[in-house]
Structures are given as structure tokens and as C-alpha cells.
């Protein structure tokens, strides 16, 4: 059974499409599952009750389980983006999906330095959406 406080973490980047992620089917984890890329964020007091709201995570990235492995998963992003083209006199629109944006330290190639930058270690939960 999965426990509720386990954290998940991305602990291997295979490329700027794919991730590996700790949490596999002994964590209840399977293919199409939605999983997302967060770092904890400021805590958030109620200034009525003085009580906790919870925090302003960000989230790095949407991903989906791809593959399935006992203890992880492979993971790809679920964001995509789409694009107007002109064939002759035909117009269509094509959807592909978005590279993560990863810490180009850790792969071979890597582009974006900003701060969803996305690095072995960090968390990851099952989405809510």
C-alpha cells in the first residue's frame, strides 16, 4: 500500500522529454497515471483564524507515467503545444508535446535556466487533475 506522507522524487533525467521517478506499481503508481513537479512554497496564515492555508507551491510540471517499473516510472510532460499551419489552401492545427524544462547540467543539451528548472531530487506528487 502506498503511504500517504511518502514523498517522490525525480532521481534520474533521460532526456529534455523524459524523466525517471521513485514511485513505481509497489506505490500504486501505473501507466497514464498524472504525476507533477512541484518545490514547496511560502506558508500561507488565514489573517482571520492565524491558521495555516497550506502553501504556494509551483508546479515545475504536469507529467504522465509512461512506463512502470515495481520501485519507479518513467514519466513524460503533458504539456503541449499547438500550431497553426497553412497547406496550400487547407489550414490544420498540430499538437506536439512540449519538452520539460530540465537543468541542462544533468543531461546532454539542456536550454532553460529558470526557477522550474527541473533537478534530480525534486518532489513529486500524484496531480489532482
Not at 20 to 29: H, K, R
Not at 30 to 51: A, C, H, Q, W
Not at 55 to 76: H, S
Request: aromatic residues 4%.
Amino acid at each position: 500500500m502506498m503511504m500517504m506522507n511518502k514523498q517522490f522524487r525525480v532521481v534520474k533525467i533521460i532526456n529534455d522529454m523524459k524523466v525517471v521517478v521513485n514511485a513505481g506499481s509497489s506505490d500504486l503508481i501505473e501507466r497514464g497515471s498524472k504525476l507533477e513537479i512541484y518545490t514547496i512554497g511560502e506558508e500561507v496564515i488565514d489573517p482571520d483564524t492565524n491558521k495555516s492555508l497550506g502553501t504556494l507551491d509551483t508546479i515545475k510540471a504536469y507529467i504522465e507515467v509512461v512506463d512502470v517499473f515495481p520501485k519507479m516510472c518513467i514519466c513524460r510532460n503533458t504539456e503541449t503545444k499547438t500550431y497553426n499551419a497553412l497547406l496550400g489552401l487547407q489550414s490544420f492545427v498540430k499538437e506536439e508535446i512540449k519538452p520539460l524544462t530540465v537543468d541542462p547540467k544533468q543531461i546532454t543539451g539542456g536550454l532553460n535556466n529558470t526557477d522550474k528548472v527541473i533537478q534530480i531530487g525534486d518532489l513529486v506528487r500524484k496531480s489532482a487533475g
